[in-house]
């Protein structure tokens, strides 16, 4: 096929893949939609959770719920939403997947301490999801063939030939990866979630100037350098954070001051 005759697809493709962000208005390119998006975030839940005992009960994963059931309203997203408490002291680290399934190891407690610093860290992964971040690295890395075919695989039965497929689909793109549990999402993607946590914070109640405290803190500590511990390592700078935060709270503030 010439180039001339696949152009029209991709131009339909663009026009039809273009979408906004919410809060921030930045336009950006999905190859997913939504509840493809959530689909596979929510197949990809189990085998993202990995190997690590889950904490159930106790006075943190209490917290985790209760933020959680402050955050979620004020997203607007009707998802599916779960918090899970991950125990892994070494892992500095939380994310939500699309469709709001979230994780938090028990090593980034360690640095978010007080409930409003919790509420930074999961304002700013909720962010992640609500924003789509997740299928934008897709829909950039990957290309249009390779999202089809993952989506395909994931929303397939769930006989054993599907789900044997789906597991070498799996092992070959590292999909837990794709959806943003471990590729690392871009910088303005990093900052965006930033800005759009600090809004869930200061609507659902929170201090937003923990979101600071929390960064200014992880400025001091050692970064980590195994695996999974990227929460510092792809994110940016924590002090360049801290003071684009600070520079927003006055703005995010006075929009929700009643
Ligand atoms: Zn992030």
Known sequence: MTFLKKRPLFLLLFLVACSTVGITGRRQLLLMSESEEIQLGLS???????????IRTGPQIAMLKRVLSRIAPVTGKKYPWE????KADNVVNAW?????????????????????EVAA??????????????NERMSQNMGLKAVAEILSLALSGSGRKGQET???????????????VLLPFSRRQESEADEIGLHFMVKAGY????????????????????GLDRFLSTHPQPLDRAKALQRLIPKVRAKYRR
């Open 121 to 134: 860290v999961m304002g700013h992964e909720i962010a992640h999801a609500f924003a789509h971040h997740g």
């Open 83 to 86: 918090v899970r408490l991950l």
């Open 207 to 226: 201090d937003p100037e923990a979101a600071v405290r929390l960064w200014e803190r992880m400025a001091k500590g050692r970064a980590p350098s195994s």
């Open 96 to 116: 939500c997947l699309p469709g709001g399934k979230i994780a938090f190891y028990t090593g980034i407690l360690k640095i978010a301490r007080t409930e409003d």
């Open 44 to 54: 990809t839940y189990k085998q993202a959770i990995g190997s690590y005992p889950e």
């Open 166 to 180: 789906r597991n070498n689909v799996m092992l070959a793109f590292g999909v837990a990866s794709k959806v943003g």
